[in-house]
């Protein structure tokens, strides 16, 4: 019997971005605002929400950098 590693099971988990998904990092926030074919809107923000900007990257560069900061999901 094969055991399945941690870090394949959190990158399932991670596949399916979806407008509204809330990722915590620490004591930073990530939310998902637009999810397209290939690329991810998001804002990253701390509690206090001054100046928040979004960025748009790919949704593999995101799960990389979800996956190496352990985010956790805390609102879909």
């Given at each position: 019997?094969?055991?399945?590693?941690?870090?394949?099971?959190?990158?399932?988990t991670i596949?399916?971005?979806?407008?509204?998904?809330?990722?915590?990092?620490?004591?930073?926030?990530?939310?998902?605002?637009?999810?397209?074919?290939?690329?991810?809107?998001?804002?990253?923000?701390?509690?206090?929400?001054?100046?928040?900007q979004t960025?748009?990257?790919?949704?593999?560069?995101?799960?990389?950098?979800?996956?190496?900061?352990?985010?956790?999901?805390?609102?879909?």
């Amino acid at each position: 019997m094969k055991r399945q590693n941690p870090a394949a099971s959190a990158l399932q988990t991670i596949e399916a971005f979806r407008k509204g998904q809330v990722w915590r990092i620490g004591e930073l926030n990530l939310a998902v605002t637009s999810v397209g074919k290939t690329l991810v809107h998001y804002k990253r923000y701390t509690v206090n929400r001054r100046g928040i900007q979004t960025t748009l990257t790919s949704k593999t560069d995101l799960r990389n950098y979800l996956l190496s900061s352990d985010a956790v999901l805390v609102a879909e």
